[in-house]
């Protein structure tokens, strides 16, 4: 019998031992890789959605805070409007009642009838009652001593750019009405229409309620225009007197509604207090505006009801309802002056358009993983038939480091990738295996990490720049209110003409010009540039106007109103903020114009049949920038054909790419092309050289120009010439 050695024995055994594990651990490693990439396909689904349940959630949130604040700050807006309105009203009431408490301490002040030249313009009339006798001795002692309220009608009236008319009515039937439409109060035989004042709802709704009372909206009975009425009963001695009230135009809250910018899936509308839609950008179905439509409160659809009774509650929040079957996310916010309440949607689809992107991203980074992943496990399993056929001495080894190496390490990434579930986006790997296994862990360690980040950026970065958005929004709106921009801006006169414009190098700025009438025949033009840039630079340019406007209002003189002007600014410049002001008072009937400038540029004017010039004037020190300064002023005799220009130093210090500054004299070279040109044709062809100039350079500081023409009457310039002698005065040493 042929011996077997034990060697060879135990080699072929070994060999077909090694061979069988070989063969085994191949089928072993199939089926692990199988499983493997169905887990990793599983996990990655499980990773979306997790993803995109965490991100919508979040999106979502933002959203709704988003157009919350939109709602919060509309409503504010709107509130601030009637609330300024009803201030008007009850200063008018106040007025009223200290004349009745205090008749002795007034003189009579007779009030005329309307008359319909003064159509256009404001104007002070009174209007009877059918029953009341204008002959009355009663009723003329009481209407001398009612009309010296006529001058705060006048001007409260005048201060609000929204109030149509101001009028206080009396129980006795007459009414001192302050308005534009002196010739709508005749009818068609030529005769001044009576006037029921006592029977209209502002009349008996304040008398019932005993305070402020605002009407239901109405359409205007001139013109297809809606309005509201408010009324304030005035009070003496424990009896009612009479009701001061006013009416306001709604067009400013339809302008309201229609600057919520959303988007194509944005709206928004205003829901008075009996649930009704008065002002829309929805062009149909439930939501567009009628002054008659139905009482959302009572809609059939349960969640419109719930809506309209929270918002019209005084509450503020957002809820997800459907409008016209479409799923929308809706934030409403009170205002309280008046019991309506702003409400601004966004459709559900807008609200998730982010997330889907987001999800598609997501998505190709997932599948390009498990690409990677398959290419790496497809590598590993040539790599183990090769070393099938080439290392079978050594097969038992390599069984045991290709089962520590490859098999276990994917088991614990599928089993760390198979713990992402839910919120849990924590991915971390500990084992250094330095092969495709560790890079493939790297790069889910690297995807979860982005994945949290990404979702933070966005989250932050779009709740940031909404805000920054709003605020900056609802700061330039303010301010280009505060300036006047309606042009011509006095077009029942013929003797001037006037045009300007502002526009800051930032969203807002410092810079701002003002114009008004003092009395009939003076008008008072100033020009002023607040240091710094910006919102700071803003809102003293909105405090330094009002005081100057306040001082000039009182009849000062230029001098005195710089000085009283800085005495109080300089009490209240914490932050030690100036501003140089350049201020002038025209005698329209003389062509007169007296003038001070506070470290203003100099002006630039014109004569008839001449060339614009700088004049150069004395300067006095900036407003604000100590106390106690007194200022000099002086005098220009401006004829028929005159031109003064106005200007902030944005003018000539616009800079191109290389830092040129664009000059005084290129802007004298611009006003001189045309020297004919209007006050607007003068500030265009100023801004077109400034642009041409500075081509793609970008604008460092505000850019602020006035134009004032003189034309006169040929009857007061002719006395005006023989009265002033000399053209042009130098500035004198007339202190304010």
């Known amino acids: 019998m042929k011996k077997r050695s034990l060697g060879r024995q135990i080699l072929w055994a070994m060999i077909l031992l090694v061979t069988v594990m070989l063969l085994v651990a191949g089928i072993i490693f199939v089926f692990t890789m199988k499983n493997t990439l169905d887990i990793l396909t599983s996990s990655g689904d499980d990773l979306n959605d997790t993803i995109g349940k965490e991100s919508s959630s979040i999106m979502a949130e933002q959203s709704q805070l988003r157009l919350l604040e939109m709602a919060e700050s509309k409503a504010a807006i709107a509130d601030e409007i009637f609330s300024e309105f009803e201030k008007g009203v009850a200063i008018a009431a106040s007025a009223a009642e200290d004349v009745y408490d205090h008749p002795d301490q007034f003189t009579a002040r007779p009030v005329s009838p309307p008359d319909a030249k003064n159509d256009g313009k404001l104007s002070l009339q009174v209007l009877y009652s059918a029953k009341t006798d204008p002959e009355d001795p009663q009723i003329v002692e009481e209407l001398g001593l009612i009309g010296n309220v006529g001058e705060v009608l006048m001007a409260v009236n005048d201060s609000q750019e929204n109030m149509a008319s101001l009028y206080v009515a009396t129980e006795t039937g007459f009414m001192i009405q302050a308005d534009y439409i002196s010739a709508k109060k005749y009818d068609d035989a030529g005769r001044v229409m009576p006037l029921e004042a006592r029977e209209r709802p502002w009349y008996t709704g304040a008398v019932e309620t005993g305070r402020s009372y605002f009407t239901p909206v109405t359409k205007d009975a ?321 405090a330094s106007m009002i005081t100057l406007a306040d001082n000039a209002k009182m009849g000062k003189s230029p001098a005195e109103i710089l000085r009283d002007a800085n005495t109080i600014i300089c009490n209240n410049n914490k932050e030690e903020m100036f501003v140089t002001v350049w201020l002038g008072i025209l005698d329209t009937r003389t062509g007169l114009l007296t003038a001070a400038n506070a470290g203003h540029e100099y002006p630039v004017i014109r004569d008839p049949d001449a060339e614009y010039r700088l004049l150069k004037d004395k300067h006095g020190f900036v407003i604000g920038g100590m106390p106690g300064v007194k200022y000099g002023e002086y005098t220009i005799q401006m004829r028929p054909g005159s031109r003064l220009f106005l200007y902030t130093d944005g003018v000539p210090e616009a800079a191109d790419k290389d830092q040129n500054m664009f000059g005084i004299e290129r802007t004298l070279a611009a006003l001189n092309a045309d020297v004919s040109a209007s006050p607007e044709g003068v500030l265009d062809n100023v801004r077109k050289a400034v642009d041409r100039f500075v081509g793609g350079a970008e604008q460092f500081d505000d850019l602020t120009m006035l134009c004032l023409a003189y034309h006169g009457r040929k009857e007061d310039a002719e006395k005006a010439t023989l009265l002033s002698g000399p053209e042009e005065q130098k500035p004198g040493n007339r202190e304010g």
């Open 222 to 542: 001139h013109t297809p225009r809606l309005g509201i009425m408010c009324g304030v009963p005035v009070y003496s001695g424990g009896k009612l007197k009479g009701v001061a009230g006013a009416g306001m135009y709604l067009d400013g809250m339809q302008d309201l509604v229609r600057s919520v910018n959303l988007g194509e899936s944005g709206n928004a509308c205003i829901i008075n207090e009996k649930g009704q839609v008065l002002f829309s950008t929805y062009d149909m179905g439930t939501l567009i505006a009628s002054v008659n439509g139905e009482d959302l409160r009572y809609s059939r659809d349960v969640m419109i009801s719930e809506m309209a009774m929270d918002a019209i509650g005084g509450e503020t929040g957002v809820m997800k309802i459907k409008v016209d079957r479409v799923p929308t996310y809706v934030a409403f916010a009170p205002m309280k002056t008046v019991g309506w309440a702003m409400v601004v949607l966004l459709s559900e689809d807008a609200v998730e358009s982010p997330m889907s992107e987001l999800l598609l991203s997501i998505g190709r980074i997932t599948d390009q993983a498990f690409r990677d992943s398959t290419s790496h496990i497809t590598r590993a399993g040539y790599l183990l038939l090769i070393l099938l056929g080439l290392a079978l001495v050594v097969a038992i080894v390599v069984s045991i480091v290709l089962s520590g190496r490859i098999v276990k390490p994917i088991r614990l990434l599928t089993e760390k990738v198979g713990d992402m579930e839910g919120g849990n986006l924590e991915f971390t790997w500990d084992l250094d295996t330095r092969d495709e296994t560790h890079m493939l862990a790297d790069s889910f360690e690297s995807l979860t990490h982005r994945m949290k980040t990404y979702i933070r950026d966005i989250a932050a970065v779009t709740a940031e720049n909404e805000r920054i958005s709003t605020e900056l929004s609802l700061a330039a709106r303010i301010q280009a209110n505060m300036l006047p921009g309606v042009f011509p801006p006095f077009p029942e006169r013929k003797d001037i003409d006037i045009y300007a414009s502002m526009n800051a190098a930032k969203e807002v700025g410092g810079d701002f010009y003002d114009y008004f009438f003092v009395d009939e025949d003076r008008l008072c033009i100033m020009m002023a540039d607040v240091s710094g840039k910006g919102v700071p630079a803003a809102l003293f340019m909105m």
